[in-house]
């Protein structure tokens, strides 16, 4: 009778073993399971701050790209080596003869750089507006403006070369205003009032990714 039972208890430990194993890998299984959620939504988070801060980058490099092409631009000083050989003479100045066709070379090859970074920036801008939404659509407007007006001042300094007395009726505030755009004054300059609008066109970018780049 005493085996008879021993057997039974043994048997019923077994089944309660059995049971026993059967929970704590369930159990197992589940912390595990956990685990890996938590992980991959850790190394998720991480991936997508690394690609913010890239991102983030990216974008001001190429904001500052624009700023440096503004002051390509806007140098008061044009070289020799900007002017077309056979338009300077042999002191290597522009001939009188070429004043307005060689000043127009200079500002279109000048042009072509801050077209270049202006384009590389409107891309930047697409891809931060599919990064972090529309806070990005309309940033970049205040600096397309100061290139607008950059565009329409060179004309106008231009067209006055080819046009005798196109600047008849201009005032002297009106041509304070015109020098100030056309000419990039260096930091604290206090006849360059355009400087000022470019850099707070600029301040709008980085107010956005500044705390990106911290993170």
């Known amino acids: 009778m005493d085996t008879i039972n021993t057997a039974s208890q043994l048997a019923s430990t077994t089944v309660y073993a059995g049971i026993a194993k059967d929970i704590i890998i369930a159990i197992s299984a589940v912390v595990t399971a956990v685990m890996a959620v938590r992980g991959l939504t850790a190394w998720s988070r991480e991936l997508k701050g690394k690609s913010e801060y890239a991102k983030a980058k990216e974008v001001l490099k190429a904001v500052y790209r624009v700023r440096e092409g503004f002051k390509h631009v ?33 500002y279109e090859t000048r042009f072509k750089e801050l077209d270049e970074a202006f384009s590389g920036l409107e891309e930047q801008t697409l891809d931060a507006q599919v990064e972090w939404g529309p806070e990005f659509e309309n940033v970049i407007k205040p600096l397309r403006e100061c290139r607008a007006e950059l565009m329409v001042t060179v004309h106008d300094f231009l067209e006055a070369k080819r046009t005798p007395h196109y600047n008849q009726g201009q005032t002297k505030e009106e041509r304070t205003k ?38």
């Open 74 to 106: 806007r140098r008061p000083t044009i070289w020799q080596f900007e002017y077309p050989e056979e338009m300077i003479d042999s002191n290597g100045c522009l001939k009188r003869e070429h004043d307005c066709e060689g000043t127009l070379h200079v």
């Open 178 to 215: 015109q020098l100030s755009v056309l000419y990039y004054g260096g930091p604290g300059s206090e006849r360059d009032k355009f400087t000022p609008l470019i850099d707070k066109a600029i301040e709008e970018f980085e107010k956005r990714l500044r705390p990106r780049i911290k993170k």
